[in-house]
């Protein structure tokens, strides 16, 4: 027997006896469960005794096969939990699991963090759910070392309360005289030891950013804490200098001047980079023309060059309320590189010729040199096209007017034309918060998308198809911006919970049954449950070199190729745009270099956003630690087993409404229904539901916001901004719910929860504690995320 086939026959034999539904049998039935002919019976045996003797499997005095303690090994990510405890996401579905995670028990964790990469061993005991167990054996990597909190003493020793609710003790810290921090300081540490079920944590001080509560803190603390960057590098800026001065507007060899075409840019009333600009004519055959003009980025970024490396360190600019980290220095993404009004620049265009019915007849692109002769602002545009003979139009040079009348048409077509092909349009309102000056936050509004932002968008979009496509037919390999199927069981748990909701989903998988749920939910009083639910029911998109396809757009071939100033994966396609347009072939990158480049630019974009939104989360906590007492009204934007977490509709501020909040009945969870429902009463909570609550307390250092049903007298109150704690015995206390990391919650029948009858969990109100969740609020009104 080969190597090759007995560890295939093991594999097979272990994946038998690891089946949630295995039921211990004799070897002989064990060898007719896996269909194996009378050939294979010598190596079925040879494997058996093998797997016997080296304990992945026992026989009882009956003589039949039973799992036996460690069953092997495997890797994954850490998502610590509640109770202590934590699940292991693996890297690759295992046969054994079923796709699913693994259970680590709190005495298992070892001092393993969320997000760390570890290896995990992997048990035969399994939950009352069915979940496999592991035990973690060591931690490969760490997602992080560094952590912000803020300083505190207590018996003449010095301590750091980090930040979140990660740690729920505070870390002692070594040499805590070294740099003289001071009560309430905010604080960076790197962390010496974790603190583990055994031991409490130890770490350095290695940098003290103010004091709690002066201006700018929250932002430092945020950026400190996620490791972003901050200056860059003097080599990076002397190339981005020498560029500058390179620069010469009247050298147009090798390009196509287009500095006589009537070209524009649409953006943010606030922006100050422009990545693209649009012109558009019409044949008299009703042929469109459309050209797509993005900042040549790449004609000052060599590749290899310190600029190109602190680029691509940085993968992409950040975003925050106040404050900008960007991509590149100041001189190029809002200078020589931004498509700036009357100003001569250098572009990658794509010049897409279109069928009156919106078909693409054909593309070429080219480095050309654009004159921007208008800069729009998203606001001005609309009563332009609205009123063509209005006071605002009057205002614009005539062939101004005809391009936005132009591109208005051709957009509306485009996105008709997608929507047929089955492209999903989810309708969950943006909402805008306003600040002072000094960064606080004074209220919010719901943003207005209007058909000008739809404008761009399409324009944006099918330069970016245009662009994927050109490169796949050349067989180019390049960063793909891919967004997978969705899971199977995630939309046949959408399709129940819509059915609950009144609404039919036919065909779960189909884009065409959801654009129809959508359609029917509109102006609906369930509209916001349905979109809330659908959104969650989808993957994240990311980069990837494989070509996954677009499921979101309806899309085979898709990349980023419109925003260079601002993200890498679009400069790396832009490098790719010569050998388009001298149909040359070079030298490709490795497919494995091209994979850890996609992961580290898919990393550095989730963390941008977790940039914006820990910042904004924040500024409202700061808002609504001035309003404990206030009720307001709120929607319902996550159902777990211990609560509801809740969204204020004026102020987007979200925090949890726990089931201690609600009186002593007891309460039924739902999973698939999404929704808590008194036992006594029937009284339901589901998702998308809009419910009256009171601001119980705040804990911005935490991260928390407690939440109490209006009326309901006086309400439990969480953990204040205070610097009074208990030194860390060496076993942290409970880690405050999150959404995002609850243990799969299963009836157990133990104090706490009964049996229904119905297979959904039912939990009385004695549970104590804060909660919070990582949720997106409003995005900060400059991040124009074009697709």
Same mark, same amino acid.
């Given at each position: 027997?080969?190597? +090759?086939?007995?560890?295939?026959?093991?594999?097979?034999?272990?994946?038998?006896?690891?089946?949630?539904? !295995?039921? #211990?049998?004799?070897?002989?039935?064990?060898?007719?469960?896996?269909?194996?002919?009378? $050939?294979?019976?010598?190596?079925?045996?040879?494997?058996?005794?093998?797997?016997?003797?080296?304990?992945?499997?026992?026989?009882?005095?009956?003589?039949?096969?039973?799992?036996?303690?460690?069953?092997? @090994?495997?890797?994954?990510?850490?998502?610590?939990?509640?109770?202590?405890?934590?699940?292991?996401?693996?890297?690759?579905?295992?046969?054994?699991?079923?796709?699913?995670?693994?259970?680590?028990?709190?005495?298992?964790?070892?001092?393993?963090?969320?997000?760390?990469?570890?290896?995990?061993?992997?048990?035969?005991?399994?939950?009352?759910? /069915?979940?496999?167990?592991?035990?973690?054996?060591?931690?490969? %990597?760490?997602?992080? @070392?560094?952590?912000?909190?803020?300083?505190?003493?207590?018996?003449?020793?010095?301590?750091?309360?980090?930040?979140?609710?990660?740690? #729920?003790?505070?870390?002692?810290?070594?040499?805590?005289?070294?740099?003289?921090?001071?009560?309430?300081?905010?604080?960076?540490? =790197?962390?010496?030891?974790?603190?583990?079920?055994?031991?409490?944590?130890?770490?350095?001080?290695?940098?003290?950013?103010?004091?709690?509560?002066?201006?700018?803190?929250?932002?430092?603390?945020?950026?400190?804490?996620?490791?972003?960057?901050?200056?860059?590098?003097?080599?990076?800026?002397?190339?981005?200098?020498?560029?500058?001065?390179?620069?010469?507007?009247?050298?147009?060899?090798?390009?196509?001047?287009?500095?006589?075409?009537?070209?524009?840019?649409?953006?943010?009333?606030?922006?100050?980079?422009?990545?693209?600009?649009?012109?558009?004519?019409?044949?008299?055959?009703?042929?469109?023309?459309?050209?797509?003009?993005?900042?040549?980025?790449?004609?000052?970024?060599?590749?290899?060059?310190?600029?190109?490396? =602190?680029?691509?360190?940085?993968?992409?600019?950040?975003?925050?309320?106040?404050?900008?980290?960007?991509?590149?220095?100041?001189?190029?993404?809002?200078?020589?590189?931004?498509?700036?009004?009357?100003?001569?620049?250098?572009?990658?265009?794509?010049?897409?010729?279109?069928?009156?019915?919106?078909?693409?007849?054909?593309?070429?692109?080219?480095?050309?040199?654009?004159?921007?002769?208008?800069?729009?602002? !998203? &606001? $001005?545009?609309?009563?332009?096209?609205?009123?063509?003979?209005?006071?605002?139009?009057?205002?614009? *040079?005539?062939?101004?007017? %005809?391009?936005?009348?132009?591109?208005? =048409?051709?957009?509306?077509?485009?996105?008709?034309?997608?929507?047929?092909?089955?492209?999903?349009?989810?309708?969950? #309102?943006?909402? $805008?918060?306003?600040?002072?000056?000094?960064?606080?936050?004074?209220?919010?509004? &719901?943003?207005?998308?209007? &058909?000008?932002?739809?404008?761009?968008?399409?324009?944006?979009?099918?330069?970016?198809?245009?662009?994927?496509? *050109?490169?796949?037919?050349?067989?180019?390999?390049?960063?793909?911006?891919?967004?997978?199927?969705?899971?199977?069981?995630?939309?046949?748990?959408?399709?129940?919970?819509?059915?609950?909701? /009144?609404?039919?989903?036919?065909?779960?998988?189909?884009?065409?049954?959801?654009?129809?749920?959508?359609?029917?939910?509109?102006?609906?009083?369930?509209?916001?449950?349905?979109?809330?639910?659908?959104?969650?029911?989808?993957?994240?998109?990311?980069?990837?070199? &494989?070509?996954?396809?677009?499921?979101?757009?309806?899309?085979?071939?898709?990349?980023?190729?419109?925003?260079?100033?601002?993200? !890498?994966?679009?400069?790396?396609?832009?490098?790719?745009?010569?050998?388009?347009?001298?149909?040359?072939?070079?030298?490709?990158?490795?497919?494995?270099?091209?994979?850890?480049?996609?992961?580290?630019?898919?990393?550095?974009?989730?963390?941008?956003?977790?940039?914006?939104?820990?910042?904004?989360?924040?500024?409202?906590?700061?808002?609504?630690?001035?309003?404990?007492?206030?009720?307001?009204?709120?929607?319902?934007?996550?159902? =777990?087993?211990?609560?509801?977490?809740?969204?204020?509709?004026?102020?987007?501020?979200?925090?949890?409404?726990?089931?201690?909040?609600?009186?002593?009945?007891?309460?039924?969870?739902?999973?698939?229904?999404?929704?808590?429902?008194?036992?006594?009463?029937?009284?339901?909570?589901?998702?998308?539901?809009?419910?009256?609550?009171?601001? *119980?307390?705040?804990?911005?250092?935490?991260?928390?916001?407690?939440? *109490?049903?209006?009326?309901?007298?006086? #309400?439990?109150?969480?953990?204040?901004?205070?610097?009074?704690?208990?030194?860390?015995?060496?076993?942290?206390?409970?880690?405050?719910?999150?959404?995002?990391?609850?243990?799969?919650?299963?009836?157990?029948?133990?104090?706490? +929860?009964? %049996? +229904?009858?119905?297979?959904?969990?039912?939990?009385?109100?004695?549970?104590?504690?804060?909660?919070?969740?990582?949720?997106?609020?409003?995005?900060?009104?400059?991040?124009?995320?074009?697709?």
């Amino acid at each position: 027997m080969k190597p +090759s086939d007995s560890q295939s026959l093991e594999s097979q034999i272990l994946a038998k006896l690891l089946a949630v539904d !295995y039921q #211990p049998v004799t070897p002989g039935v064990l060898a007719r469960q896996l269909q194996l002919n009378r $050939e294979q019976g010598d190596d079925f045996r040879n494997t058996l005794a093998t797997l016997l003797e080296t304990g992945r499997a026992r026989q009882d005095k009956h003589g039949r096969i039973k799992p036996r303690g460690s069953v092997g @090994t495997t890797t994954g990510l850490v998502r610590r939990i509640s109770s202590g405890a934590g699940w292991v996401i693996p890297h690759q579905p295992l046969q054994e699991l079923r796709g699913g995670d693994i259970y680590i028990a709190a005495r298992d964790l070892g001092d393993a963090q969320s997000g760390d990469e570890v290896q995990v061993r992997l048990s035969s005991r399994r939950r009352s759910g /069915g979940q496999r167990c592991g035990i973690i054996e060591k931690v490969l %990597k760490r997602a992080s @070392t560094t952590f912000v909190g803020t300083w505190i003493e207590q018996g003449g020793r010095g301590y750091v309360r980090i930040d979140g609710s990660q740690f #729920p003790d505070p870390i002692l810290i070594a040499d805590s005289g070294a740099r003289g921090p001071r009560r309430d300081d905010k604080v960076v540490i =790197e962390m010496l030891r974790f603190p583990s079920e055994r031991r409490a944590g130890e770490a350095v001080i290695t940098q003290i950013l103010g004091k709690r509560g002066d201006p700018g803190i929250d932002t430092k603390t945020v950026i400190y804490s996620l490791g972003l960057p901050t200056e860059f590098p003097p080599e990076a800026l002397a190339e981005a200098r020498a560029a500058t001065t390179r620069f010469d507007e009247d050298q147009l060899a090798g390009r196509v001047d287009l500095t006589a075409e009537t070209i524009i840019t649409i953006d943010p009333s606030d922006a100050r980079d422009f990545d693209d600009a649009i012109s558009l004519t019409r044949s008299a055959d009703g042929t469109w023309h459309l050209g797509v003009h993005i900042a040549d980025v790449a004609t000052f970024v060599t590749p290899g060059s310190q600029l190109d490396q =602190e680029a691509q360190r940085r993968g992409t600019s950040v975003y925050l309320p106040g404050h900008v980290i960007p991509m590149l220095p100041e001189l190029l993404s809002n200078g020589l590189a931004s498509l700036q009004q009357d100003q001569i620049r250098w572009t990658k265009s794509v010049l897409i010729d279109i069928s009156p019915d919106g078909s693409v007849l054909g593309a070429d692109f080219e480095n050309a040199a654009i004159r921007n002769c208008r800069r729009f602002a !998203y &606001e $001005e545009v609309m009563p332009i096209i609205r009123q063509p003979d209005g006071p605002a139009a009057r205002a614009e *040079a005539p062939q101004v007017v %005809k391009l936005l009348q132009q591109m208005f =048409e051709l957009a509306m077509l485009l996105r008709r034309r997608r929507t047929e092909q089955g492209a999903l349009q989810m309708g969950i #309102p943006e909402i $805008e918060i306003d600040f002072d000056r000094d960064g606080n936050v004074t209220g919010a509004h &719901e943003r207005h998308h209007d &058909e000008s932002h739809e404008i761009i968008e399409e324009f944006m979009l099918l330069a970016n198809v245009t662009v994927a496509q *050109a490169l796949t037919s050349r067989k180019i390999p390049f960063l793909r911006r891919v967004h997978a199927d969705p899971d199977e069981m995630r939309m046949l748990s959408l399709q129940q919970f819509v059915a609950g909701l /009144g609404l039919t989903l036919r065909k779960a998988q189909s884009r065409r049954d959801l654009q129809e749920l959508v359609r029917k939910a509109a102006g609906q009083p369930v509209e916001r449950a349905v979109n809330f639910a659908l959104l969650r029911a989808m993957k994240q998109a990311e980069y990837s070199p &494989e070509d996954l396809g677009h499921y979101a757009l309806a899309e085979e071939d898709y990349c980023h190729f419109t925003s260079p100033i601002r993200r !890498y994966p679009d400069l790396t396609v832009h490098r790719l745009i010569n050998q388009l347009i001298e149909s040359s072939k070079q030298p490709q990158p490795a497919f494995a270099e091209l994979v850890q480049l996609a992961r580290h630019c898919s990393f550095t974009e989730r963390r941008a956003e977790r940039a914006e939104r820990d910042l904004i989360r924040i500024r409202l906590l700061r808002f609504m630690s001035t309003r404990v007492g206030h009720e307001m009204d709120a929607i319902i934007t996550g159902v =777990e087993s211990f609560g509801v977490f809740c969204q204020g509709v004026e102020i987007p501020a979200e925090g949890m409404l726990h089931l201690s909040n609600l009186g002593d009945d007891y309460w039924e969870f739902d999973p698939t229904g999404r929704s808590l429902t008194n036992t006594r009463t029937r009284k339901q909570l589901r998702l998308g539901d809009h419910i009256r609550v009171v601001v *119980a307390a705040v804990d911005v250092d935490r991260r928390q916001l407690d939440l *109490a049903p209006a009326g309901s007298g006086r #309400p439990r109150t969480g953990r204040r901004n205070d610097s009074s704690f208990n030194a860390p015995s060496g076993r942290p206390g409970p880690l405050p719910p999150r959404n995002s990391e609850q243990p799969r919650k299963k009836n157990t029948g133990k104090p706490g +929860s009964k %049996k +229904s009858g119905t297979g959904k969990s039912s939990t009385k109100n004695t549970s104590p504690g804060n909660s919070s969740r990582n949720s997106q609020p409003a995005r900060n009104s400059r991040t124009n995320q074009r697709s």
